[in-house]
């Protein structure tokens, strides 16, 4: 037994059980940021549409003012 009074077998098998539940944080850490990015990315392509309309839209009311001038 060492100064904690635990066997160290029991102490081996508790640090397995630690990295085996860090893992599986770790995991769904790693998927929940993956599932954070689709959902930024989905978000970014519609801002990139919503420009490209605004941008187009400009682009005519500037071309038919430029017309009545």
Known sequence: MNEYGENPIDKIK???KIIEENAIRESSRIANLELEKEELKK????????????????EKRDKDTCQIC
């Open 14 to 16: 508790l640090l397995e």
């Open 43 to 58: 978000k970014l392509r519609t801002l990139r549409i919503e420009f490209a309309i605004l941008q187009k839209n400009l």
